[in-house]
């Protein structure tokens, strides 16, 4: 029986699209590639630094998640937006529509209230302003996209930088789940924060200092997040500039000093965060984490696929 074309939807939790016509060429490029785009955004109904009103964007994504025509929901952008609509949205009505949404950054915050209301698995994936609406798409982001939402199981493979230290080699297995690292600790002590044991949390995150990185990841374990997992993998943390006053403190110190301090154990290397070349994880996935000092691989299945 030949299959229906995959239908794609696009909606605003956050930020506006910052060049039309880049969004026409990539909902076209997408088109091009056999996919039926269900655009819910409206360029002309932005607000403020939004891409709709509150309200409009919670109809965003009831729309699109009541489309039978859709099977998968992308964030048009990250920014800042979704937790304001978090009080708002219809978590069970997302839930049940089987829909795959898709999103990072931002979408961090979504990821994290469906999973606590419902225990819907979601998508730390592409958006589509960052990833596909560039003139040259990066291979790797598009494919390990597809490959993930096609299923039935995935795999990202990691590996420490050039002349960073190595990871710490552990064998360990878990829900999979975390984000961006400003909005997941900012869900603390809220209604939307899910309560995930013996996980495997992935974190990323732009423009947080190391301190600040470093005072976050201390919040969590505070909290007793930390306690109840497995292991840490840190993706790229981009975009800080250090100060006069680091006195010899940068990344590197930072991370000497988690691995040191934390109750589990912390990795580099994952592919993910605010740059171009990242990988799609399935939050709430289930995953297997094998390392060896420079190199690892994460493994995950028990998700829903196209």
Request: hydrophobic share 45%; aromatic share 10%.
């Amino acid at each position: 029986m030949k299959q229906s074309p995959t239908g794609i939807a696009i909606v605003a939790p956050g930020g506006f699209a910052p060049d039309l016509d880049a969004l026409n060429a990539g909902i076209a490029r997408l088109e091009q590639q056999g996919f039926i785009v269900h655009n819910y955004y409206d360029h002309d109904a932005r607000h403020q630094r939004f891409g709709g009103t509150d309200a409009a964007r919670v109809a965003q994504l009831h729309a699109a998640a009541a489309d039978p025509a859709v099977q998968v929901v992308m964030a048009l952008r990250g920014s800042y937006g979704m937790t304001r609509l978090l009080p708002h949205i219809d978590y069970q009505l997302l839930a049940d529509s089987g829909k795959l949404f898709v999103g990072y950054s931002d979408f961090t915050a979504f990821q994290m209230a469906l999973m606590q209301a419902t225990g819907r698995i979601s998508f730390a994936g592409p958006l589509f302003c960052a990833d596909f609406t560039p003139a040259e798409l990066d291979d790797y982001t598009i494919g390990q996209f597809f490959d993930c939402l096609r299923g039935p199981q995935h795999q990202v493979l990691g590996a420490v930088a050039d002349g960073g230290p190595d990871n710490p080699e552990l064998e360990v297995a878990g829900p999979l789940w975390g984000g961006n690292l400003a909005m997941l600790v900012s869900l603390l002590g809220t209604p939307y924060f899910p309560t995930i044991a013996d996980g495997i949390l992935y974190l990323e995150d732009v423009g947080e200092h190391p301190y600040r990185v470093e005072r976050m990841l201390l919040q969590l374990l505070y909290a007793g997040v930390l306690d109840r997992q497995r292991a840490v993998v840190f993706g790229e943390f981009t975009g800080y500039k250090l100060g006069n006053f680091e006195n010899g403190y940068d990344f590197a110190a930072m991370l000497a000093y988690l691995r040191a301090t934390l109750p589990l154990p912390v990795l580099t290397g994952l592919p993910l965060g605010h740059v171009r070349r990242h990988a799609t994880l399935p939050f709430g996935g289930m995953a297997r984490l094998a390392s060896t000092a420079r190199a690892f691989t994460l493994t995950i299945d028990g998700y829903p696929t196209l």
